[in-house]
């Protein structure tokens, strides 16, 4: 008998999970999202999905102005059943509820950011961002792999539609003026740029 086989997989009850049961369930694995009432658990990540978010946390936090913060890997709820944990978010400092909350609201997120994996394709491509966009989280990064160097998608909401719209695709340096005063040296990934 292997480990898989010992393990009791979590039942779903009727009509799905919850964003509160996330915190709730024993034992699940860390990382796992609720998207549209069903559990989504996340495969090992590769080493370029590491460093894009290490050298984005860590630019960001130090460019970010003083009334944001910073945090990674951190779930935010976009309703009833839906609870994804995007890779970065910057979020209103005063948001910050102590070190034992577990989610943010949409209203304190300015932005988010998914660094795209090979089992997370469609999800940071399609599925998160409609569900941000509708959720009036107004800035959106997608990150991609070129040969393990970054190539960061920037997206604003337009508040028309609900829906993203593509402002700059970005290769080696991103320079921004919105949502604040952003210079990332995309080209640092896998050197002493990345480092605080």
């Known amino acids: 008998m292997t480990a898989a086989s010992d393990y009791e997989w979590p039942r779903p009850p009727e009509g799905g999970y919850t964003a509160d049961d996330l915190d709730r369930l024993p034992?699940?694995?860390?990382?796992?999202?609720?998207?549209?009432?069903?559990?989504?658990?996340v495969s090992p990540q590769r080493n370029f999905h590491m460093r894009a978010l290490r050298l984005?946390?860590?630019?960001?936090?130090?460019?970010?102005?003083?009334?944001?913060?910073?945090?990674?890997?951190?779930?935010?709820?976009l309703g009833l059943r839906n609870r994804p944990e995007p890779d970065v978010m910057v979020i209103r400092a005063d948001a910050d509820a102590g070190p034992e909350q577990t989610a943010y609201r949409p209203?304190?997120?300015?932005?988010?950011?998914?660094?795209?994996?090979p089992d997370s394709e469609t999800r940071d491509r399609d599925v998160k961002p409609?569900?941000?966009?509708?959720?009036?989280?107004?800035?959106f990064w997608r990150v991609e792999s070129d040969e393990?160097?970054?190539?960061v998608y920037v997206y604003e909401l337009d508040p028309g539609s609900r829906g993203y719209g593509l402002?700059?695709?970005h290769h080696?340096?991103?320079?921004?003026?919105?949502?604040?005063?952003?210079?990332?040296d995309l080209t640092a990934i896998d050197g002493a740029g990345s480092r605080p």
Do not use: C
Request: a negative charge.
């Open 167 to 169: 402002i700059g695709i």
């Open 148 to 151: 393990g160097r970054p190539v």
């Open 107 to 117: 209203e304190d997120v300015l932005l988010a950011i998914e660094v795209v994996s």
């Open 172 to 184: 080696d340096q991103l320079r921004l003026a919105r949502p604040f005063t952003i210079e990332i």
């Open 56 to 77: 984005l946390e860590n630019t960001l936090l130090r460019q970010a102005p003083e009334e944001w913060d910073v945090v990674r890997e951190m779930s935010v709820v």
């Open 27 to 41: 034992n699940l694995p860390p990382h796992t999202e609720l998207i549209d009432g069903s559990l989504v658990f």
């Open 130 to 139: 409609r569900k941000y966009a509708a959720a009036g989280i107004r800035h």
